[in-house]
């Protein structure tokens, strides 16, 4: 290897990152089903990559970047494309993105449009806690409505009754993958003028037909959001991405996630704007002419930046986008058909993708009716003991959690309830789900179905 040039230094490691890659790691990518002997755990979720996550990140490691760089300049470019919108950011999880989402509304770039404290955010009581947590933490307030089963989305028509004259936004997410109904929620914001945050962090891939035309869910809101943890459609370790096509809104959310500061220019690069000096006294606040653009703050920000390395990973993985969703697709319909007699004869409910929807599944949720005689504490205990991993749909009913109440009643966060959460305290009580991501295949599928039945009927 003695007198190789930097590029042949580097290609030779990435290679031999490859072959070990191939050696060592070879049970995480599509084409290999492991052997399965029944009780093996059977997860819910996984990483699924190959050889090309292992280059691109040893790739990335060489160059020692390590703030965002070329990699996550790309990423985020191939991930606005993959969505179908003009900007995409980086951050460092799902959860930053929904903060970045909320806060970005609050700025006075906003005008009389922005989110206010005190101001109304509507969403649902059944979801995962930080879609709902960065209304509380921007000082508005959280107003619940039920969802619906089968679909475990928002019921659309308790919408109505939720608005009042505070009423600023909608911030809802695409429950495990089943895009809610777009059509309904964009027409209601239209009437009353509020911004739509959509959370697409379970649905990456998920597709909705408004008017005709099909797109990729996260297209939809005046912002959306996506998680790059592990058990996602696609992953980067930690990390998540915000979404916005309106330019001011883009910038908005790029000040919010690089500590509030009102110059573009990326890391470790100085004057890309050449503004850098130029400001005359008093453009910005009260600040001094020429006072370093960089140094300038135009909202009280965060730094949720993520990595190069964990972008380079990513570009590989969105490579691998589409065979993810079709296998989770392939692995929803298996589940389907083989508990379906289950729903005939009345023991669960099974779930629903909603109209003009084609769903990217996180999971495979399942409620069990009430006056079948086994609880969902009886029939997760049952697949758990013999390896099936399970999961809640997240909070439950989340303003029974208590963040928002003691076990005394006293109510801890300012929040309202639009009608009852009935459906809300069901998935609370009888509802699990199971994984379909990509590496479950047909013989898992088999046997957790054959487990669900024995769970429900012994
Ligand atoms: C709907 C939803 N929103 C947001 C998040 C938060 O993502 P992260 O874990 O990357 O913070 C999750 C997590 O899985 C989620 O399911």
């Known amino acids: 290897m003695a007198g190789a040039t930097e590029k042949e230094r580097r290609s030779q490691i990435v290679e031999l990152a490859r072959q070990y890659a191939k050696e060592f790691h070879p049970l995480h990518d599509f084409d290999r ?171 990456f891939g998920s597709e909705y037909t408004l008017d005709g035309k099909t797109a990729m869910s ?84 965060y730094n949720f930046q993520a990595t190069d390395l964990g972008a380079a990973i990513g570009l590989a993985q969105l490579k691998k986008l589409a065979a993810n969703a079709a296998a989770r697709r392939e692995n929803f319909a298996r589940i389907f058909a083989a508990l379906k007699p289950l729903e005939d004869c009345g023991a669960i409910i099974l779930p629903q993708a909603t109209p003009r929807s084609n769903p990217s599944w996180f999971g495979f949720p399942i409620t069990i009716r009430e006056n079948w005689g086994r609880s969902r504490l009886e029939v997760v205990r049952f697949l758990e003991d013999r390896g099936v991993q399970t999961r809640l749909l997240f909070a439950g009913n989340i303003v029974r959690q208590p963040a928002f109440v003691t076990s005394g009643g006293q109510k801890l966060v300012d929040f309202r309830v639009a009608g009852d959460l009935a459906n809300s305290d069901r998935v609370m009580n009888d509802t699990f789900w199971i994984g379909v991501y990509p590496r479950i295949g047909k013989r898992r599928c088999e046997y957790m179905t054959g487990l669900i039945a024995q769970a429900l009927n012994q």
């Open 33 to 203: 089903e492991e052997p399965f002997n029944e009780g093996d755990r059977i997860s819910y979720a996984g990483r699924v990559y190959d050889d090309d996550e292992i280059a691109n990140l040893i790739e990335a490691a060489l160059e020692f970047w390590l703030t965002p760089g070329r990699f996550a300049r790309d990423f985020e470019r191939s991930l606005a494309r993959a969505i179908g919108v003009n900007s995409a950011f980086y951050c460092s999880s799902g959860s930053a993105a929904n903060l970045l989402a909320v806060s970005a509304l609050t700025s006075p770039l906003l005008g009389d449009h922005r989110l206010l404290k005190g101001d109304e955010v509507i969403t649902v009581a059944a979801g995962f806690p930080t879609t709902v947590f960065p209304i509380v933490q921007n000082g508005a307030i959280p107003v619940f409505v039920d969802i619906s089963l089968p679909t475990y989305n928002v019921d659309v028509s308790l919408l109505e009754n939720a608005v009042s004259h505070r009423t600023k936004a909608i911030a809802l997410a695409h429950t495990l993958g089943n895009p809610f109904d777009v059509g309904a929620v964009k027409a209601f914001c239209k009437k009353y003028n509020l911004w739509l945050i959509e959370d697409n962090c379970d649905a």
């Open 218 to 301: 996260g297209s939809f809101g005046d912002i959306s959001t996506l998680s790059f943890y592990p058990p996602h459609h696609i992953t980067t370790g930690e990390g998540g991405a915000v979404f916005a096509n309106d330019p001011l809104l883009a910038k908005i959310l790029l000040s919010f996630r690089d500590w509030g500061r009102d110059c573009v220019c990326p890391s470790g690069k100085d004057n890309v704007c050449g503004d850098r000096f130029n400001a005359a006294a008093n453009t910005y606040g009260q600040l001094p002419a020429g006072f370093d653009h960089k140094y300038t703050y135009s909202h009280i920000g």
